[in-house]
């Protein structure tokens, strides 16, 4: 069974903070990392893809991927309110077009 | 350019009927995609389509099925509704090859009560 974790949350930062969001995976050979913001009562966004080993940035959001640690991070700096949302990482496994999502963590931006 | 469209957006069934769900995705995009997502869960994948081919299918029973229609409009079914049906059904779509490994889009999604 195909795996990927995630801390339900909720996280709760500041408002300006960095929010670190993580996602950790089972399968070894998993090949594209997605990362989906969700607010309350509405449907999943892409925020970010990653498949290579190491960090990318855009805007405020930073994907880092570590592949031998198997473990996929988001990172958003300078944290606004309007950041609050559930975060869904994505994994797909190698060779595979079915992806298998982590359960979300809530992210709380306070003022 | 509108965005992906379901139909329709809330439902209530009673268990053993069947219910048929509408997907039109953005215009140009040939890849469409149908999940369930429910408390329980989290979002699962259950199939798909691409130029009316089913592509790819998850884990999920034979009474979940789907098909599309030649102008990438989706439908999904689900035959003998069971109250674990009850979900959040999303559709997205994209208009790369690669469907859902690329960039996709998703619908608001329609909301299934089984009672």
């Given amino acids: 069974q195909k795996e990927v974790e995630q801390n339900s949350g909720p996280l709760s930062v500041p408002e300006g903070a960095i929010a670190s969001l993580n996602c950790t995976y089972s399968d070894r050979v998993s090949q594209s990392f997605f990362w989906y913001r969700q607010y309350s009562g509405k449907s999943p966004e892409l925020i970010m893809s990653i498949y290579s080993n190491g960090d990318k940035e855009d805007g405020r959001f930073t994907a880092q991927l570590n592949k031998a640690s198997q473990y996929v991070s988001l990172l958003i700096r300078d944290s606004q309110p309007s950041d609050s949302a559930t975060y869904l990482c994505a994994v797909f496994p190698g060779g595979s077009y079915i992806p298998t999502f982590g359960r979300g963590t809530s992210l709380i931006v306070h003022p | ?115």
């Avoid at chain 2, 030649?70 to 090859?97: F, I, K, Q, W």
């Fill in chain 2, 1 to 115: 350019k509108a965005g992906v469209t379901q139909t329709p957006r809330y439902l209530i069934k009673t268990r053993g009927q069947q219910v048929t769900l509408s997907c039109s995705p953005i215009s140009g995009h040939r890849s469409v995609s149908w999940y369930q997502q429910t408390p329980g869960q989290g979002l699962q994948f259950l199939f798909e389509y691409f130029s009316e081919t089913q592509r790819n299918k998850g884990n999920f029973p034979g009474r979940f099925s789907g098909r599309q229609f030649s102008n990438s409009r989706s439908e999904m079914n689900v035959s003998t509704l069971e109250l674990g049906d009850s979900a959040l059904y999303l559709c997205a779509s994209s208009s790369a090859p690669q469907g859902a490994r690329e960039t996709q889009y998703f619908g608001p999604g329609t909301r299934l009560l089984v009672l």
